[in-house]
């Protein structure tokens, strides 16, 4: 077993599944609602042996913090730019040569949103990879990379399904209040 299994295991979170098997996927992360899902999810993903990237705006790339997060597998972005911040993912996917799992909050932000972003499709799409819906459930301590979800051409349409799917789980967010799926 390894150190990152056994924090999570002492942090009481039951893995329900392990890392995707594609070399290229979007995992999806939800609910997004405090700075400590990364933690969870980051020691969880850490746990099957895999490492799962995030976009961490550029701004917190610098010295000396700038190696480590590379290492924790963070990707720097403009969230100023909704196109840049997707061709930044893209682009970051095509020149890694090993496996890369990209996890993604679609609800953008760790506040209560309606509408979740649909930036995850686009890079999926441009990838030709799948998307996962990926939980860490705080009411019963769960984390998964989920079902894998089948993507069509219409975003929206896929995005409401999926906040559907999710409203379905009856997930906790760390700050409930923060979670909406509707």
Known sequence: MNIYKIL????????????????VCVILGVPHT??????????????????AHIMVKKEFFFWPIKGLLRKLGCIPVDRSNGAAVIRSVIAEAEKTEGEFHICIAPEGTRKPVKKWKMGYHAIAKALDCPVYLGYFDWGTKHVSIGEKFPLTDDARADTDAIQKKYEEMGLVGRHPENYRTH
């Open 8 to 23: 999570t295991k002492w942090m009481g979170w039951t893995p329900d599944s392990g890392a995707a098997p594609e070399r």
């Open 34 to 51: 405090s700075i400590l899902d990364f933690f969870i999810a980051y020691l969880y993903y850490r746990g099957t042996g895999h490492i």
